[in-house]
């Protein structure tokens, strides 16, 4: 972990799932080569989003979430810090 690291756990409620939001957002991350963390569903209408990795990457992951791809809605976004880990591979989607 670098100096400059910071992570959140992020809950995007509204039309996330069932339209191809986690892997959109795979496919956006893959341009942050350094994030790290995972997006999985939460239940109906929740993705939960793990994310970490330099202040720089993170900012643009977290901008993307509050948009999303075209065909989400995004009704509410809670962002809260979460404890650095050394557990956390690259960015993935969880089942």
Request: aromatic share 10%.
């Amino acid at each position: 972990m670098s100096e400059n690291e910071t992570a959140y756990h992020v809950i995007v409620e509204g039309r996330v799932t069932g339209v191809g939001f986690r892997w959109s957002a795979l496919s956006y991350a893959r341009n942050l080569p350094e994030l790290k963390g995972y997006i999985r569903n939460a239940s109906y209408e929740k993705v939960e989003v793990v994310i970490q990795g330099p202040e720089t990457q993170v900012k643009l992951m977290l901008d993307w979430l509050r948009h999303g791809p075209s065909y989400a809605r995004i009704d509410d976004i809670k962002v809260n810090p979460y404890p650095l880990s050394e557990n956390l591979d690259a960015f993935t989607v969880k089942a």
